[in-house]
């Protein structure tokens, strides 16, 4: 059975920092292109960041110079590093896995970012 699961996230004020983490079970991430999605209230989910299996990074405008995406093949975990967040950046934030046919998510960790 597949898992993923995220971590990390919290209140944080305007200009802070977190790192989520999504650990996953049931697949092997370095062979997938394991992304990072968000959805803010009434609003659809959107992509943040993806990395691929050769380490290929993609991000949205939004978040390009702020959001860092990487992996941990050793550990089978992809991280988000986020750093001077803002307000607008306050979403639920979901792991997400591909690989062909296969696409997998995670549950999603809340991301508040107060002003």
């Known amino acids: 059975q597949v898992q993923l699961v995220e971590s990390g996230g919290g209140l944080v004020q305007a200009g802070g920092s977190l790192r989520l983490s999504c650990a996953a079970s049931?697949?092997?991430?370095?062979?997938?292109?394991m992304g990072w999605y968000r959805q803010a209230p009434g609003k659809q989910r959107e992509l943040v960041a993806t990395?691929?299996?050769?380490?290929?990074?993609n991000y949205a405008d939004s978040v390009k110079g702020r959001f860092t995406i990487s992996r941990d093949n050793t550990k089978n975990t992809v991280y988000l590093q986020l750093n001077t967040l803002k307000p607008e950046d306050t979403a639920v934030y979901y792991c997400?896995?591909?690989?062909?046919?296969?696409?997998?998510w995670g549950q999603g960790t809340q991301v508040t970012v107060s002003s």
């Open positions: 997400n896995g591909k690989l062909r046919w296969q696409n997998y």
């Open positions: 049931g697949i092997t991430t370095s062979i997938f292109t």
């Open positions: 990395i691929s299996s050769a380490g290929s990074t």
